[in-house]
């Protein structure tokens, strides 16, 4: 089963990556993103995650279906959390199953990228004297 | 002819808003439609934006409709 | 923490996973292994895995310690599971944090192919009509 | 002088043991002492065999000391 979801509540990144198993499949390769306490030296207090939900859904399903057509995967979860986050909690999780590892450590690792380029989510760090909202690299 | 258009994170600080509605006249192209809203936040134009019709990213070509869904945001941050 | 362990009992893929989280990092990459339910057409019924605990423990070892020595990673966790394992059960989790995916990505992809070559634990594929101890390819 | 000798997997199938003792004389190379141990269960030379000296993988050149600790087993196939 391929998902492309997002939501407010905690991730589990075990229960993610199981979901795209197929019986055919021997492995899953999984990136689990999340907050980091450090920026470029600064300390980050929190995080807020906020996306343009049905668009960012329309794009990680589009990412999904490219990564099936570049790569020999089976199945492909993306799972992205908005809202506050705390350092340490997983922002999200990109799970690939396949028959054989190396496709799936090549899809996972496009996805990821990709997904931080074309996926309209954003992501503000609050320090303890202010807050910015982080610009990607187009 | 009325549309929607929605701000995100530093473009939603920038303008004050989250959704507005906007009239154009009819026929318009998206990019002269962005330009116009650009244009009533001119805070906008601190940033590099990105542009969507209907949840799908605009090329500025599109002709836009009664009733569209734009969105104007800066480069996503995701992941 | 790095870690490195053999168990018999069932594996929590997420739980491991973040086991290997330090503040500075951003990213992990997570390799699981699991039971294909086909192996070259042929369907398994379970497969049973045995291994050189005390062996296998300082081969995973060095390896975890090599692959910190070749690829800018902050952790490494490993675990193996041992004992008759049902289809789709996991074998292997081998966890990565970095503070950039891309260091995570190799060394994971690295750590799995140097596992199945080095590391003494041996797989027993048991089919409906008979079984055999799987050689790897040295 | 007394070694303990482990096999597993397909080399314990073959053997029948999964641990045994076995004698050799004092400063025997490891490679003339695996020969000796497969001299004694000839069914493993079907197989391409892996050995381990005190788990470390043996290079052949070790001198086995009293109470080493010997393995032979199959190429891994874990993962």
């Not at chain 1, 499949?25 to 306490?37: E, N, P, Q, S, Y």
């Not at chain 2, 995100?8 to 809203?37: H, K, M, P, Q, V």
Request: proline share 3%; charged share 30%.
């Amino acid at each position: 089963m391929d998902f492309y979801e997002i939501t407010n509540e905690p991730l589990n990144v075990g229960e993610i990556a199981r979901r795209v198993v197929p019986v055919e499949c021997g492995a899953i390769v999984t990136l689990d993103g999340f907050v980091r306490k450090f920026t470029k030296g600064r300390e980050t207090q929190y995080l807020v995650y906020e996306g343009y939900e049905p668009m960012a859904l329309k794009e990680m399903e589009k990412l999904g279906e490219r990564a099936k057509q570049l790569f020999e995967i089976a199945n492909v979860g993306i799972v992205h959390r908005l809202g506050r986050l705390e350092i340490g909690e997983t922002s999200v999780v990109i799970s690939v199953a396949s028959p054989h590892r190396r496709a799936a450590f090549e899809a996972c690792e496009w996805l990821i990228k990709e997904l931080k380029k074309t996926v309209p989510i954003w992501k503000k760090e609050v320090y303890a004297d202010g807050e910015i909202w982080v610009t990607g690299n187009g | 002819m009325n549309v929607q258009v929605l701000f995100f994170g530093a473009t939603a600080d920038e303008t004050g808003e989250r959704e507005i509605e906007f009239s154009f006249d009819e026929n318009i192209s998206a990019e002269r439609a962005f330009a116009e809203i650009v244009e009533k936040y001119p805070r906008l134009k601190a940033h590099k934006l990105l542009f969507a019709v209907n949840q799908e990213y605009a090329d500025g070509g599109e002709i836009i409709k009664n009733g569209d869904e734009l969105a104007i945001f800066t480069a996503v941050s995701g992941g």
